[in-house]
Structures are given as structure tokens and as C-alpha cells.
């Protein structure tokens, strides 16, 4: 009897450790949920307070980060080049904008923070094509999407081809689906011809408005930055508004900039500080700047409210100080 007593008291203590136990766990069970949901309502309210707080200014940064990736052009200094070494474009005035097509959507976006969705007939641009992928650089004017140049075609990466590849490949592949589903699209899509000689320039008929002649190498490749194997010319022939500007130079001679503010300096796309600013800013921001030339110096005469996020090369600035002529072999 004692015995069975015994035995009986030890199951009964183990029942009593059990049950402590059982409780003591459970007990820090809900406490770690209670922490975890504490957690995660304050995490839920610090996100709410972080797009609340500086959407515009996360905007900019990836307005910033895209722009980065648009190849831009020198500006023409004088020298003499070979003509059969480039391929020769008249560029529409429009919005530079990024055209990329995949899992049956067709995106569009300016380097403004325009964004546009619709149907295309380029791969993986539509329901009906949904396989594939493509991604173009392009100019936006009215309704029309002018083809500049090509990104990526499916898994290829088509920016490390020269420059003769890729438009035969725009010209063979993507033209051709786009003309023929013409009628179903959103956008007109629309190439920017290559000119067969600077004679030819003068007696051919633009449907936009010419914004600068454009030489490209033909063994070039497309590179985010300035490409100094692409550089553009502008005079009466080749762009529309030059008159304007021309007459707006001898006038005042300044030239208004876009470029990025960073410590106090502003700074062309390819890296030269060219003033320095009176603001006390220290963080980078892109604006559109007034800038005096003269013999020795450029003197800062204005910034302006941010207008554009793809910034001036310095070419730009030489180009307008001393209006070459151009010269072809």
C-alpha cells in the first residue's frame, strides 16, 4: 500500500511539473506573439511614415537612377570627321523615354516620371504575345513613339552589339510586327531614319520637328553615360529652334544648363564642376541653371526650379562658346 501510495504522489508531482510547465511555455508563447504583433504595428507605422514623408524625394531618386541608364551625346568641337565611319540622324523634339515590353504588358516611361500602360505588338508587349522581351530607347512626341535604339531583345543583351547590329535588328525585327498591327496599338511606332549623305539633308521631309543632327560610329556601342562616339550638331538645317537660340546667345551670351548641385558646385553629366553655387544645400539635386560665357570664365547667373533629370554634358557648353562649323571628309 505505501508502496502504490509512493507512486501515485511522484505521478502526481510530475503532473503538477507538467502542468507548471505547460502553463510557464504557454505563458511565453503569448509573449512572443504579443512582441511579435508589437513589432510589426510598429514597423506598419514607421513604413506609413516613410512614404508619407518623402515620396517626392524618393521620386527623384529613382527618376535619377533611371536616367543614368540613357546613353547621351558630345556636342560637335570642330574636328574634321570621316562620314563613312558614322551613321548620320535628324533627332525629334519629344521626350526621351525607356519603351520595355514583357509578360504581356507594355511599359512606357519619360524621364519626366511619366508612366504608361498598354498593348503593343512588340514580344511580351501584348496578350496575344506573350512570350518574350524587349526594351527600347525612344523619343515621345504627341502620339508617336520614335525608335532610337535598342536595349535588350529577349535574353540578349543588345547594348554590348555596335550600333550597325542593332538597327538592322530594329529595322528586320521589331518594324515590320510593329507596321503590321498598326491599328491595334495605343502609339504610333516610328524609326528615326538614317540619312544616306548631308545632301540628302536639305530635300528630305521630317514628320517632326528636327531637334539637332546626330552622328553615331557605326562600331559603337550603347553605354549609359556620354558617349563621346556619338555627338550631335545643330545649326539652321538641323534644328528648328536654333534661330531662337542663336539670337538668344549673341544677346545676353549665357546659355541655360541642366545639371546636378552637389556641395555647393554644379556639375555637367560628365563630371566638371563649372561654378559654384551660393546655396547651402550639400545634397545632390539636378536643376536647370543660367550660366554666363565668357573668354576666361563661366559665371553662374541663375538656378531655376528642377526641370529635367537628364543632365548637360560640358561639349554642350563649348559648342554654344564657339559655334563650329562642321566639317566632313
Known amino acids: 500500500m505505501k508502496m502504490n501510495q509512493l507512486i501515485v504522489e511522484r505521478e502526481s508531482d510530475n503532473i503538477r511539473k507538467m502542468s507548471r510547465l505547460a502553463i510557464f511555455n504557454q505563458k511565453r508563447f503569448w509573449l512572443k506573439e504579443e512582441e511579435k504583433q508589437q513589432t510589426e504595428e510598429i514597423e506598419i507605422e514607421f513604413n506609413k511614415l516613410k512614404l508619407e514623408e518623402p515620396p517626392l524625394k524618393l521620386e527623384q531618386q529613382n527618376l535619377r537612377k533611371f536616367c ?35 509578360q504581356g504588358v507594355t511599359v512606357l516611361k519619360t524621364i519626366n516620371g511619366l508612366k504608361y500602360k498598354f498593348s503593343s505588338s512588340l514580344p511580351g508587349g501584348s496578350q496575344k504575345t506573350l512570350i518574350g522581351r524587349c526594351i527600347l530607347d525612344c ?3 504627341a502620339n508617336t513613339v520614335y525608335i532610337y535604339d535598342i536595349l535588350q531583345w529577349g535574353k540578349m543583351d543588345m547594348s554590348d552589339q555596335v550600333a550597325e547590329l542593332r538597327y538592322f535588328w530594329i529595322k528586320g525585327h521589331i518594324l515590320s510586327q510593329l507596321r503590321q498591327d498598326q491599328e491595334q496599338q495605343d502609339y504610333n ?40 562616339e556619338c555627338f550631335i550638331y545643330q545649326d539652321e538645317f538641323t534644328d528648328e ?13 549665357s546659355i541655360t544648363l541642366t545639371l546636378s548641385l552637389f556641395q555647393n558646385q554644379l556639375q555637367t553629366r560628365d563630371g566638371y ?55 566632313i571628309q
Not at 529652334?241 to 551670351?253: A, G, H, S, T
Not at 528642377?306 to 564657339?322: G, R, V
Open 68 to 102: 543614368k541608364n540613357f546613353q547621351s551625346f558630345e556636342y560637335y568641337n570642330g574636328d574634321s570627321i570621316n562620314i563613312n565611319d558614322y551613321f548620320i540622324r535628324i533627332l525629334p523634339v519629344g521626350q526621351r523615354c525607356i519603351v520595355s515590353s514583357h
Open 241 to 253: 529652334n536654333f534661330k531662337e537660340e542663336c539670337i538668344k546667345y549673341k544677346l545676353d551670351n
Open 189 to 228: 511606332f516610328e524609326w528615326i531614319p538614317v540619312i544616306p549623305s548631308i545632301t540628302e539633308l536639305q530635300k528630305t521631309l521630317f514628320p517632326y520637328t528636327k531637334n539637332g543632327l546626330l552622328f553615331i560610329r557605326k562600331d559603337s556601342y550603347y553605354y549609359a553615360g556620354v558617349n563621346p
Open 273 to 327: 564642376f563649372i561654378a559654384t553655387s551660393k546655396s547651402t544645400k550639400n545634397t545632390k539635386v539636378i536643376v536647370d541653371a543660367k550660366i554666363k560665357i565668357t573668354d576666361k570664365e563661366l559665371i553662374l547667373l541663375d538656378i531655376k526650379d528642377p526641370s529635367k533629370f537628364l543632365e548637360d554634358p560640358y561639349s554642350k557648353i563649348m559648342f554654344w562658346k564657339q559655334l563650329p562649323r562642321l566639317r
Open 139 to 141: 523619343f515621345l512626341s
